[in-house]
């Protein structure tokens, strides 16, 4: 079945760097734009950064622009997302997530905090 697990986050101090990793499975992952998105306690889910399927096109919510870069590699099935200069308001649940014609998919999310 298709299965998105997300890894990578964790603790960090406001101006540190984070990469998450999202590994892919069950699909031909390399035929999918691939995205992440955030949901912070009390606020909706949110699309962070999107990436076409051969990575040729990427595009980032303005809050994060210049700061973080999303990437894939389609031979591991996996798809990175690199946040550099954390922010406080950073702090999130961060989503895998795929859609098909008739199937949406999550992954589990891996929790992002930013705080001294």
Known sequence: QVQLVESGGGLVQPGGSLRLSCAA???????????????????ERELVAAITSTGGSTNYADSVKG??????DN?????????????PEDTAVYYCYVAFVLLHVWGQGTQVTVSS
Do not use: E
């Open 67 to 72: 700061r973080f870069t999303i990437s894939r």
């Open 75 to 87: 031979a591991k099935n996996t798809v990175y997302l690199q946040m550099n200069s954390l922010k």
């Open 25 to 43: 499975s069950g699909f031909t992952f390399s035929r999918y734009g691939m995205s992440w998105y955030r949901q912070a306690p009390g606020k």
